[in-house]
């Protein structure tokens, strides 16, 4: 396998390895002496861990450490660790309950990346797989995520809507609107807005702080929802919600399902 390893990867990798607890900041000729590396190669890759915000350069001293980046990937690592492992139980008891795909999201840099995925026995052929990204703005899942994000989150997030269906929400308006009946309901509902013919509902997942930490999601064909089906499966998803937010010691209560009334909102 030796081959197939990127060099200028790995040098970037030698470069980031060199900052330890003792070590914190370091110049551009100890990284160099570290490395084994040029000057002149040392200097390339400090320029672009820079741009990419993964290293910081001290205006003062010249020096470089570690940047900002970092905290944000440990904390989706740790986020996801947890989060995975709580809610794995619940979802693989939602997944044999309605035989319907059930799947997980977590926020990331304006999209909903798929953290579980139970794929339903049924092979329905549209699945959201493990490391997907989807839009924060189309189909019940992104949007549940969407609507409990911070309101100034929101407004830059709505600002471009992109179509994937005829059913796609593309005007901004009507979304904000969809996303605050969401918030009313707890939970949310779509038809068709990233492919044809599905329909899944989601439902949000708190932490202990009560912050939204993920969205989980039940999906299928239209034909397989009908109006009996959609209660039972709207009812379990909001208890493995409840129930994995209590794992993560979330205190806010999830809605319940309220029948017709709920559904002539959604």
Same mark, same amino acid.
């Given at each position: 396998?030796?081959?197939?390893?990127?060099?200028?990867?790995?040098?970037?990798?030698?470069?980031?390895?060199?900052?330890?607890?003792?070590?914190?900041?370091?110049?551009?000729?100890?990284?160099?002496?570290?490395?084994?590396?040029?000057?002149?190669?040392?200097?390339?890759?400090?320029?672009?861990?820079?741009?990419?915000?993964?290293?910081?350069?001290?205006?003062?001293?010249?020096?470089?450490?570690?940047?900002?980046?970092?905290?944000?990937?440990?904390?989706?690592?740790?986020?996801?660790?947890?989060?995975?492992?709580?809610?794995?139980?619940?979802?693989?008891?939602?997944?044999?309950?309605?035989?319907?795909?059930?799947?997980?999201?977590?926020?990331? $840099? /304006? #999209?909903?990346?798929?953290?579980?995925?139970?794929?339903?026995?049924?092979? =329905?052929? *549209? %699945?959201? +797989?493990?490391?997907?990204?989807?839009?924060?703005?189309?189909?019940?899942?992104?949007?549940?995520?969407?609507?409990?994000?911070?309101?100034?989150?929101?407004?830059?997030?709505?600002?471009?809507?992109?179509?994937?269906?005829?059913?796609?929400?593309?005007?901004?308006?009507?979304?904000?609107?969809?996303?605050?009946?969401?918030?009313?309901?707890?939970?949310?509902?779509? $038809? /068709? #807005?990233?492919?044809?013919?599905?329909?899944?509902?989601?439902?949000?997942? =708190?932490? *202990? %702080?009560? +912050?939204?930490?993920?969205?989980?999601?039940?999906?299928?064909?239209?034909?397989?929802?009908?109006?009996?089906?959609?209660?039972?499966?709207?009812?379990?998803?909001?208890?493995?919600?409840?129930?994995?937010?209590?794992?993560?010691?979330?205190?806010?209560?999830?809605?319940?399902?309220?029948?017709?009334?709920?559904?002539?909102?959604?």
């Amino acid at each position: 396998m030796t081959e197939n390893r990127i060099r200028a990867v790995e040098r970037a990798f030698d470069i980031i390895e060199c900052f330890t607890n003792r070590d914190q900041e370091l110049s551009l000729k100890e990284i160099s002496t570290r490395t084994d590396l040029a000057l002149a190669v040392v200097h390339r890759n400090l320029q672009t861990l820079t741009a990419r915000r993964y290293l910081e350069q001290d205006s003062s001293t010249g020096k470089y450490r570690l940047g900002i980046q970092f905290v944000r990937i440990a904390g989706v690592v740790i986020q996801g660790y947890n989060l995975i492992q709580k809610a794995t139980p619940h979802l693989q008891k939602l997944s044999s309950q309605t035989e319907m795909n059930i799947n997980l999201s977590i926020y990331d $840099e /304006g #999209e909903a990346l798929c953290l579980i995925n139970f794929e339903s026995f049924h092979h =329905f052929g *549209y %699945e959201i +797989k493990v490391g997907q990204k989807i839009p924060i703005y189309a189909g019940a899942l992104s949007k549940v995520i969407l609507a409990y994000l911070p309101q100034r989150e929101i407004d830059i997030l709505t600002t471009d809507l992109k179509t994937y269906t005829p059913i796609t929400i593309s005007q901004k308006e009507e979304l904000l609107q969809d996303l605050n009946d969401i918030r009313e309901k707890g939970y949310s509902k779509s $038809e /068709g #807005e990233l492919a044809l013919g599905v329909l899944a509902f989601a439902a949000p997942v =708190f932490n *202990y %702080e009560d +912050k939204m930490v993920a969205g989980i999601a039940i999906s299928g064909p239209k034909h397989y929802f009908t109006e009996e089906k959609k209660a039972e499966f709207l009812e379990l998803l909001l208890m493995a919600a409840h129930d994995i937010s209590n794992s993560l010691g979330g205190k806010q209560k999830i809605l319940e399902w309220n029948g017709a009334d709920n559904e002539n909102k959604a």
